[in-house]
């Protein structure tokens, strides 16, 4: 019992175990990432945290951060892993079909908020070439956080949520491409004492590596794939070792681990496994990233964290409003409503996981010190604590903001003239607001009455879907409250909004009441037919905002499967019947005779 209250003790166990040690870190990132969801911040700066308070100026439960140290070795094989499944989905047609409007959006962000960050960062006192390396991880975002957080909010599939993937995708692949051209500048000694021949000898590094890929594509990738699909433990297994051996021959040519991880995952790409490659690491690379953020925070001290927050208090301030309001103006020159755009700024308003790793990269090859990677580390800390909260209430604070925002939007977005003739917004009877299955069901039976029907959503697959049943659509985000004061709604009799609402709650925004309100709002007289899966418990809400009628899919559905289930018992029933009296009447014309 004396060792339990025994505090030299108890610390003399943690610096003489490993097993003790791996313990307190996982106890304190489980504690206070638990802590982090209560207060609906994402866990990776729960993880930076815990590394600050197991660090040498606290607890020192971590130890002197080295390349030898367990947690650094832990560290590094989650790095290798997590670039293993980035190579893992990288799809060489991913650019055709992300579309020229994201392309041009991702590069356009990366490209302005670098050159703008690092003009920022020079006016702060560093050297251009740091700068430049400063900036480039100030202008990415990071997925992991964006994806969890709009798909909590069910918006995924929004188009602002469309967009700010799309963006995040050539994000990821300017970053990959970002690391291996530091990597080839780097392997020489560093940038000043970097000569041709050694550039030269790097490039020859890189083609002999990415050439024995290539043949490990051709020749056995899908064959041994195949062989260990049986064995899905031994799978799992391949896996990682590839990873990690590809990662120990680039770092023992002289390239980076992080660039053999990435190059194991495209070797495999081509594989049809790769899918179930990625589900079943990616516990493991979750797990493995907790020392690499842990460690990240370990290298924090007290003092670092004090020096320099006015310096990252600046470049975080940057990041929330300066990058939001860059990516406002790219998405407005392009033709995005101010709404969109907004919502897209503030997803992207934070750095990403990948800003820590290329930093990471570039201490560790020395374009820069360890002070600037704690820099970033705690951009990023602040960063992606406060633009949680941004995502989570952006709808609300667009609506402080609306009339701010008119400078960020073209003041013709899309002439009516310039669209095919199956896109013109005049003319028609009915609109329907959302294009799935019951909203196309709902388009054809419209038209079967002779009415002409626009459908307007922001999916392209369920556009492309319903023009192929000749149902005439428009491409609009029907979460946009500014959507119907652009289109023509008194010519209209109908609005019928098929947006399911599955969930509530101050993080998401009901699409359905915002758009019921904006129509009466521009003065629209006419009928209004909103779906309900709950409309017992609704339509209070939605008579009192002006919805003329509550349509409920599952009771539709139920009516009409019944009345036909009835019809046909009818049918069957009217038929034995003829089929008796038929029976009967040749009974009896046999007895006349």
């Known amino acids: 019992m004396d060792f339990l209250f025994n505090v030299d003790q108890l610390t003399t166990a943690l610096h003489g175990s490993l097993f003790y040690q791996l313990a307190a870190i996982l106890i304190v990132a489980g504690v206070l990432g638990f802590s982090a969801t209560l207060c609906r911040q994402p866990i990776i700066i729960a993880f930076i945290a815990a590394g600050i308070f197991l660090g040498p100026d606290m607890l020192n439960v971590t130890g002197e951060h080295s390349d030898k140290s367990p947690v650094s070795t832990l560290a590094n094989l989650g790095i290798a892993l997590l670039l293993f499944m980035v190579g893992l989905k990288l799809d060489l047609s991913l650019i055709r079909r992300l579309g020229l409007t994201a392309i041009t959006a991702g590069l356009a962000q990366v490209g302005l908020t670098t050159l703008a960050s690092m003009l920022v960062c020079m006016a702060l006192g560093y050297s251009l070439s740091t700068s430049l390396l400063l900036g480039l991880a100030l202008s990415f975002s990071s997925t992991i956080i964006i994806v969890k957080l709009l798909s909590d909010k069910r918006e995924i599939d929004s188009l602002y949520g469309k967009m700010s993937l799309g963006i995040l995708i050539v994000q990821d692949l300017v970053v990959i491409l970002a690391m291996v051209t530091l990597d080839a500048v780097t392997a020489g000694g560093g940038i000043s004492a970097l000569g041709i021949d050694d550039f030269v000898n790097v490039i020859i590094k890189l083609a002999i590596v990415i050439a024995c890929v290539g043949v490990f594509v051709l020749l056995l990738a899908d064959r041994v794939a195949r062989r260990l699909a049986k064995y899905s433990e031994l799978m799992v297994i391949f896996a990682i070792g590839m990873a990690a051996t590809m990662a120990a021959v680039c770092h023992a040519m002289g390239l980076s681990k992080e660039l053999g991880g990435l190059l194991a995952g495209m070797a495999l790409a081509s594989t049809p496994f790769r899918t179930i490659i990625v589900a079943r690491l990616a516990p493991l690379r979750d797990f493995l990233l907790v020392f690499f953020f842990v460690g990240l925070g370990s290298q924090l001290s007290v003092e670092a964290v004090f020096t320099q927050l006015n310096t990252a208090l600046i470049l975080s301030a940057f990041v929330l409003i300066m990058k939001p309001l860059i990516i406002l103006g790219i998405m407005g020159g392009l033709g995005y409503r101010k709404r969109t755009s907004f919502m897209t700024g503030m997803t992207l308003g934070q750095i990403s996981e990948f800003s820590m790793i290329f930093i990471a990269l570039a201490a ?230």
């Not at 009415?451 to 192929?468: C, G, N, R, S, T």
């Not at 009901?510 to 009466?520: E, F, G």
């Not at 009217?574 to 009447?585: C, G, L, R, W």
């Open 364 to 593: 560790s090859t020395s374009p820069i010190t360890n002070a600037e990677a704690n820099l970033i580390t705690l951009v990023g800390f602040i960063t992606i604590a406060l633009s949680t909260y941004g995502l989570v209430y952006a709808s609300y604070i667009y609506n402080f903001v609306e009339n701010m925002l008119s400078v960020f939007e073209r003041k013709q977005l899309v002439k009516t003239d310039e669209l095919p003739e199956e896109q013109r917004i005049h003319g028609y009877d009915v609109f329907i607001f959302g294009i799935g299955r019951y909203g196309t069901s709902m388009a054809k039976e419209f038209q079967n009455y002779g009415a002409k029907v626009l459908a307007i959503d922001f999916d392209p697959e369920a556009i492309k879907d319903a023009q192929k049943k000749s149902i005439a659509t428009l491409y609009g985000d029907v979460s946009d409250p500014e959507l119907p004061a652009h289109l023509p709604c008194h010519e209209v009799h109908t609005v019928v909004i098929c947006i399911p609402h599955a969930m509530t709650g101050p993080m998401i925004l009901d699409s359905r009441r915002t758009l019921t309100k904006a129509l009466r709002a521009t003065g629209y007289t006419g009928h209004i037919a909103v779906i309900s899966h709950k409309p017992e418990e609704e339509k209070s809400d939605f008579d009192a905002i002006g919805a003329d009628i509550i349509l409920n899919p599952y009771e539709d559905a139920a009516r009409e499967g019944a009345e036909r289930i009835v019809q046909l018992h009818r049918k069957e029933t009217k038929e034995q019947e003829d089929h008796v009296d038929q029976a009967d009447s040749s009974q009896d014309a046999q007895a006349a005779e």
